[in-house]
């Protein structure tokens, strides 16, 4: 199981970002994607999911309305198009698959590197 996260850049606020996930090892069309963010000094957070057909996306309070998650199951690429970010929008941004009805992730010992992304004026 494998994932690659990509697209993360330093933007200024109210600036916008497409990352990308390249996942792979796995039954991809099977599965919920989710989106996690983690800050400096703060714990790994769920900010959005998608369901296996990409019917279904649930969001943090956080980015509602901002970012939106998409999902193409034959290329096995999990998107967040990202606007409008804000400071406390900086992290380093991975992806995982995700276990049914849960928040939780499906290969919590398996992340990728992960992409940063920063906002600063």
């Known amino acids: 199981v494998q994932f690659r996260e990509s697209g993360g850049d330093v933007v200024q606020p109210g600036g916008s970002l497409t990352l990308s996930c390249a996942a792979s090892?796995?039954?991809?069309?099977?599965?919920?994607m989710g989106w996690f963010r983690q800050a400096p000094g703060n714990e790994r957070e769920l900010i959005a999911r998608?369901?296996?057909?990409?019917?279904?996306?649930k969001y943090a309070d956080s980015v509602k309305g901002r970012f939106s998650i998409s999902r193409d199951n034959d290329k096995e690429m999990v998107y967040l198009q990202m606007n409008n970010l804000e400071p406390q929008d900086t992290a380093v941004y991975y992806c995982?698959?995700?276990?049914?009805?849960?928040?939780?992730?499906?290969?919590?010992?398996?992340w990728g590197q992960g992409t940063q992304v920063r906002v600063s004026i």
């Open positions: 995982n698959a995700m276990n049914v009805n849960s928040d939780f992730p499906k290969y919590n010992n398996n």
């Open positions: 090892g796995f039954d991809f069309s099977t599965y919920g």
């Open positions: 998608i369901n296996n057909l990409g019917r279904y996306r």
